[in-house]
Structures are given as structure tokens and as C-alpha cells.
């Protein structure tokens, strides 16, 4: 999704919107040990791959219904009578980066009360009919977006529904309540106050973004959290709830005449357009090394290089890049390098990270603090030898098979994984077709494409990120 804390949860190819920024928590380190027991891991998870993929293959020709409704909201549709379960996923636009100057955490706070009394119903009322009712709801706060979704029982529909319909409607943001989730927010702020990576990440977003709203914390601050009252909270969601920037998914039990009515009662109310603050682009900056030094025994590692727009002409190009770089588990060159073959880290993966007004691509490790210096070396000179010279044809045959194959475990492996999906389609206007075109556009790319998207995103110098003892100084007396 776009949403997640900026740099934190990262957009990636598998998922085509989301995961949506860089890790605040990089992967522990590990001395080496373990190779064979990692390999044998990934040789059992290939084995079940093929296992299943014959049903999994089934649901990537599931159909896909565009429903609209009287009141003209619009839904994808994917019916499944099997289980008697429903699960709508869906998505406002706008997020964290709307919240306003000076109130930094206001979108995060407002989703947490959605279920803490709506309607008529107090915080205590709302949850013994949501259990009554037997149904799952949550909101979560996101850098583009605010995301939500509910789970229900279809015989249970009707109520279910309707809870919904009040918590979008007509959310109560009652004190009591308003205090106590913020409450928790601050305590979880002041725990972190003290944590080198929430340190680091904080400085990281400060000098990537400068002044640009994604630098700001999502959960906001001690201050900013101080200032937020129910009639801040009522004022955004008026303006942000609206038919216009919201796109929803169902899966389950539920054919489209019911459904069509279903959205009209949770969301035909809405204003038709939202009331949006104007967010301007920003390119990150690059080129800088930040240090941030405590005396830990482990060092996190974190570099970003130009990213690419999921709309962009070259993004397959660059996915399949990626993917050969970092992005899987066992068979990438980062992984060979720099676990494989020295045991520097338990885990090192690169992301192309995408969010409505920012890309880049990430890579992430940690190691043993008097080995950092020597990981860092290492991370970069991989990333320069693919943009020198790209992938093999053999890595690049085998990459688009691995992507095309592994689609509909990461995506289409439960109802609420697949609304999740066609929610992330929508936002990044995939086009309901989609999945059914997607092997040909990855097949399509040519070595020549991914070299060229090699030598574009990885030929400029990184921004680095050091959370740890003073970076070791290497040969030559440069850092990393």
C-alpha cells in the first residue's frame, strides 16, 4: 500500500502497490552459521511453491466484477460462495502527509477511534455489537491514504454493515476515548525517545525530505499530539471521507446486486469530493552519509539510490532488476555476497519503494558493528557492478519465471489478501484486467531493458544511513 510510515512499509513489485518505504527496523546480523539450514528452508518453500500452485493459478483467473452503484460508488468484485465470509477492503485518499502543520499525528490518531463509538453507540456499545455481530474492522493511518476493512460472517451481513456504515459516517470522537488512544500513542512516543533506530529513522526522514511532509512522523509528537481536539479530528474527516478519493474491494459470499447496495448504504452519504491539502513532489536527497553513533554491538545499514514510478515505462525493467539485486530471499546477488559467501549479516535485501510524491530504491542490512565498515564496502560494490554491467540472461530468465509464478502466493492467497490487491490496483490505475496481462508485460522486457534500468537508478551515489559504534575506517581512508 502507499501507506505506511514514510520509509517504513515499503511499496514492492510482488504487492503492485505497497509496502510503502524504507524499514525503520533493519534485519539482525548473524556470525555466518546457518547457510545449509537457509538453504534447505528455501529448497522445502520452493517444493510447496509448486505444491500449490495449480490452486493458487486458479485463483489468478478469478473474475474480477466492476460493480457501481446507484449513488456511484464503484467496487471491485470477487465472488467466492465456498466460505461463508465477506471481506471489503478500502482506501480514502490523502494520509498522514495531510495531516495539518502543527498537529503531526492527527490522521493516526483519528484511526483509532473509528471503532471506539459511532452513531448512537458509545465506545463500550460499539464493540458488543461488532463481537455480536462476529466481525473483524480496523483503520490504519498511511502515508497516502487511510485504509480500512472489515471481515464478517455473510449471514451476519446486515449487521456488520451497518456498523460499518456508522464508523465511516458518523464516528463519534468522543473525549474519553480521544484521550486514551492518545495516551497510548504518547507512551509509545516517550518509549522510543531513547531507541537508536527511532532516532536514526527521525534524522533519516529530516535529511532525505527536508521540510516536506514525509518527513514528519506519522504517530507526530509530544507537542503536536497536545493540540488535537475531537473538532480537529471532525474537521479532517469531513473533509477527507469522500466518494471521490475512495477505492474499494470486496471478496467473498456476497453477489454484485447485493453488494451494489451495500456500498450505497456505507458510502453513499459521503461528499462527492474530498477536501485536499496540494502535496508537491520530492526527489530525495541523495549523495550525503548519515551517521548516527551509539555504542551498539550490531550496525544498521541503510543506502537509497533514484527509485522509478510505478507508472513509468521502465518499471518492469527495474522491478526484475531489483529482484535479481535484493529483492529475493535466497538468490540474490546481495544475499550471495553479503551472507553466503562471508556471513555478514542474517539478512540484506533491496525495495523499490514507491509513495504518491517520492520513489527510490532501498537497501538494508545489519551487521556485527566491527564488520560494518566491510558490509557497507560490499553492498556498494554489488550495487556498482550491476549498474556497470546488469544482470545475466540466465539470472534475468529465471527472475521473470520466479515473478510470475510466485504472484498469487504473495497476493491472491486469501480473501483479504486479494482485496487488499485490487485495492493497490485501483490506486495505481492497473486497470481491472491486470493480473490476467501482467506475465506479458514482465515476459515483454528485454536483458538490454534491464541493463539500461541498471545503469539509470544505480550509477548515482547513495544517500547511507549508519545507526551504530563510528563507522571503521576501510582502505583508503574512505568511509564505506
Not at 517444493?47 to 483467473?61: D, M
Not at 556485527?368 to 558490509?375: E, L, P, V
Request: charge should be negative; proline fraction near 5%.
Amino acid at each position: 500500500m502507499r501507506g505506511v510510515p514514510a520509509w517504513q512499509g515499503r511499496r514492492s513489485f510482488q504487492h503492485p502497490s505497497t509496502v510503502s518505504a524504507l524499514r525503520a527496523n533493519p534485519p539482525s546480523p548473524v556470525r555466518g552459521e546457518g547457510g545449509r539450514v537457509y538453504r534447505a528452508v528455501a529448497i522445502l518453500c520452493f517444493a510447496l511453491f509448486f505444491l500449490l500452485l495449480p490452486a493458487l493459478a486458479a485463483r489468478a483467473e478469478m473474475n474480477i466484477q466492476e460493480v457501481k452503484s446507484k449513488k456511484g460508488v464503484t467496487a471491485w468484485l470477487v465472488e467466492d460462495h465456498s466460505i461463508p465470509l465477506v471481506a471489503i477492503r478500502f482506501v480514502f485518499d490523502g494520509g498522514t502527509a495531510q495531516d495539518p502543520a502543527g498537529k503531526e499525528g492527527l490522521v493516526n490518531l483519528m484511526t483509532g477511534l473509528f471503532d471506539e463509538g459511532a452513531g448512537d453507540l458509545d465506545s463500550e456499545g460499539f464493540q458488543v455489537k461488532l463481537d455480536d455481530a462476529g466481525a473483524e474492522m480496523s483503520f490504519q493511518a498511511a502515508r497516502d491514504g487511510i485504509y480500512g476493512s472489515m471481515r464478517m460472517l455473510s449471514d451476519q451481513k446486515d449487521e456488520a454493515f451497518g456498523l460499518l456504515k456508522l464508523a465511516v459516517n458518523r464516528p463519534r470522537f468522543d473525549q474519553a476515548p480521544i484521550d486514551r488512544i492518545r495516551a497510548q500513542i504518547l507512551s509509545g512516543i516517550l518509549a522510543n525517545e531513547r531507541d537508536p533506530n527511532t532516532i536514526g529513522q527521525q534524522r533519516w526522514l529530516r535529511a532525505i525530505y527536508g521540510q516536506h511532509p514525509y518527513a514528519r512522523p506519522d504517530e507526530g509528537n509530544k507537542d503536536s499530539l497536545a493540540t488535537i481536539t475531537a473538532d480537529d479530528l471532525r474537521t479532517f474527516h469531513k473533509a477527507n471521507f469522500a466518494r471521490g478519493g475512495l477505492h474499494v474491494a470486496v471478496v467473498g459470499d456476497i453477489d454484485a446486486a447485493t453488494l451494489s447496495g451495500r456500498l450505497d448504504e456505507v458510502f453513499g452519504d459521503l461528499p462527492d469530493k474530498q477536501a485536499l491539502a496540494p502535496i508537491v513532489d520530492v526527489t530525495p536527497k541523495l549523495g550525503q552519509q548519515l551517521e548516527v553513533n551509539y555504542d551498539l554491538p550490531q550496525t544498521s545499514l541503510q543506502l537509497a539510490w533514484p527509485g522509478v514510478k510505478r507508472s513509468d515505462p521502465d518499471f518492469y525493467a527495474a522491478a526484475l532488476m531489483n529482484e535479481i539485486l535484493g529483492g529475493s530471499t535466497f538468490t540474490s546477488r546481495l544475499y550471495e555476497e553479503v551472507r553466503e559467501k562471508r556471513g555478514l549479516a542474517y539478512s540484506v535485501s533491496s525495495d523499490l519503494v514507491d509513495h504518491e510524491h517520492s520513489n527510490a530504491l532501498l537497501v538494508t542490512t545489519a551487521t556485527r558493528s566491527d564488520r560494518a565498515a566491510q558490509t557497507l564496502a560490499i553492498v556498494r560494490q554489488v550495487v556498482r557492478d550491476m549498474a556497470d554491467n546488469g544482470p545475466s540472461e540466465e539470472e534475468l530468465a529465471a527472475t521473470k519465471k520466479y515473478m510470475v509464478g510466485a504472484y498469487a502466493i504473495s497476493n491472491l492467497d486469501s480473501s483479504s489478501s486479494i482485496a487488499a490487491t485490487l485495492v493497490e490496483l485501483q490506486i495505481d490505475d492497473l486497470g481491472i484486467d491486470y493480473i490476467k496481462r501482467r506475465a506479458a508485460l514482465i515476459n515483454a522486457v528485454t536483458l538490454a531493458d534491464v541493463k539500461a534500468a541498471a545503469k539509470k537508478l544505480l550509477s548515482s551515489d547513495p544517500a547511507v544511513m549508519v545507526i551504530g559504534p563510528p563507522l571503521v575506517q576501510v582502505a583508503g581512508g574512505r568511509k564505506g
